[in-house]
Nanobody
Framework: QVQLVESGGGLVQAGGSLRLSCSIS????????MGWFRQAPGKEREFVAA????????EYSDSVKGRFTISRDKDKNTAFLQMNSLKTEDTAVYYC???????????????WGQGTQVTVSL
């Protein structure tokens, strides 16, 4: 059973930064593509960012490109989402995801975390 646990959410002012962490409970961390989705109130869940299993390829939604960075620490079985220049429209619950077959926009990853709230205020 693969489990994902997010941390690092919170309240931040617009223009600020947060770093989300996602620990994955599997010894096969390096075999999983990792990513992040988010869901704002009243909106559908949307793709944010993804990293291939080898971490040599990353992908971002247009809305966060240039501001967010996904990375992974293989020694700690942890993925990160560094979020800079945050905007009020980034307010959402952020979900860490993992899948053998890859994570990409429109995909339905197999494994999901419980979500962590990010709130950006003016």
């Amino acid at each position: 059973q693969v489990q994902l646990v997010e941390s690092g959410g919170g309240l931040v002012q617009a223009g600020g930064s947060l770093r989300l962490s996602c620990s994955i409970s599997t010894s096969e961390f390096q075999s999983y593509a990792m990513g992040w989705f988010r869901q704002a109130p009243g909106k559908e869940r949307e793709f944010v960012a993804a990293s291939s299993w080898s971490a040599d390829k990353t992908e971002y939604s247009d809305s966060v490109k240039g501001r967010f960075t996904i990375s992974r620490d293989k020694d700690k079985n942890t993925a990160f989402l560094q979020m800079n220049s945050l905007k009020t429209e980034d307010t959402a619950v952020y979900y860490c995801v993992a899948d053998w077959g890859g994570v990409r926009p429109g995909s339905a990853p197999l494994h999901w975390g419980q979500g962590t709230q990010v709130t950006v205020s003016l």
